[in-house]
């Protein structure tokens, strides 16, 4: 026993020592040591750019770091996935990786810091036909056809069956105008309406017995009451047309309520010779579905123009230059002779 003549051997063989669990201090505490790591180097780094982040939280409009934190959250936490450490900020343990290709050698002699991280990359951006499909989304409040017509159904089809379910569509409500036009009518009225985005258009109202004319002249009297149009292109396959008496539009300017709202839908211009149209008429503003059919009327005819409407064309062209030459009674005459 020459080993217990050491008097410190001695002490500890008489006096064992405690089960360590009964002295634990009440503070200790059991920490990961990967833990320990990453938040210990957080915190320095939190303190070391703690006043470029205060000033960023301000300019944010946020109270402190801790809602800027917040506020970046899932970005930071990408950020994190794409950094990842094995055994801090990532599983100690990697996942499988695929069997390695005829290649692979070549590549696992290439070293680490221009390959890139191991783990597997973050999600490639959207590609060109994601962003082409949000591009094409028309903005709010704008309806293309497959809002009214399921465009993967209705491609089968023939022409006149298209139409007849667009009638069948619109049927129901008594506000509504819908018709359809040949594309290549559609396409002379679309280059007339970029060339001439706005006009003003003429609304025959019969006169009654207490506004004729005291000279005594029994003769039916008519008048005319002045609407202004303006042409609008949303959306690549959609544009609108719309509607407003005069006299609200001097009101109100670009905040006039318009009684008509027309769109026409061009999807199958190319697949069946046809765009779709379609309006409402609101109800209370002056106008009936019969006067909004003829407005709708008047306006192809000044907007299309053939060889006996050369007038009409030169009315057009003066009203969109400004022209002082333009009068309203030469505007009437051409209105008269397209009904």
């Not at 590609?127 to 082409?132: I, V, W, Y």
């Amino acid at each position: 026993m020459a080993s217990l003549r050491n008097p410190i051997l001695r002490h500890l063989v008489r006096n064992p020592l405690s089960n360590p669990r009964t002295c634990q201090r009440r503070w200790a505490r059991v920490q990961d040591v990967r833990f320990l790591a990453t938040h210990n180097a957080q915190e320095r780094i939190l303190q070391k750019y703690k006043d470029k982040l205060e000033s960023k939280a301000k300019q944010e409009g946020l109270n402190d770091v801790s809602e800027l934190k917040q506020v970046y959250k899932d970005k930071i936490e990408t950020l994190r996935k794409q950094a990842s450490v094995p055994g801090a900020t990532a599983p100690l343990t990697p996942p499988p990786s695929p069997p390695p290709s005829p290649s692979a050698s070549s590549v696992s002699s290439t070293p680490l810091s221009s390959q890139g991280s191991p783990w597997p990359a973050p999600p490639p951006p959207p590609t060109s036909h994601a962003s082409a499909a949000s591009a094409n989304k028309p903005p709010p409040g704008v309806k293309t056809l497959d809002s009214f017509l399921a465009l993967d159904k209705v491609a089968s089809l023939p022409a006149k069956e298209v139409q007849v379910l667009w009638r069948l569509r619109h049927a129901s409500n008594p506000q509504s105008v819908h018709f359809a036009l040949p594309s290549s009518t559609f396409a002379a009225l679309l280059r007339s309406a970029k060339q001439h985005p706005s006009f003003v258009l003429p609304l025959p109202r019969e006169v009654t017995a207490e506004e004729i004319p005291a000279s005594g002249n029994t003769q039916a009297h008519t008048a005319a009451e002045l609407h202004y149009m303006q042409f609008t292109h949303p959306h690549a396959n959609t544009t609108t047309l719309l509607f407003t008496s005069l006299a609200e539009y001097k009101l109100r300017g670009e905040f006039a309520s318009p009684h008509t709202t027309i769109t026409f839908h061009s999807e199958l211009a190319d697949s069946h010779d046809l765009v779709l149209g379609q309006g409402l008429v609101v109800e209370g503003k002056g106008v009936t579905v019969d006067e909004a059919r003829f407005l709708l009327m008047c306006m192809q005819k000044f907007y299309i123009v053939s060889e006996e409407g050369k007038g009409r064309g030169e009315l057009l062209d003066m009203f969109t230059r400004g022209d002082k030459e333009f009068q309203v009674e030469k505007l009437l005459e051409e209105a008269e002779r397209i009904v």
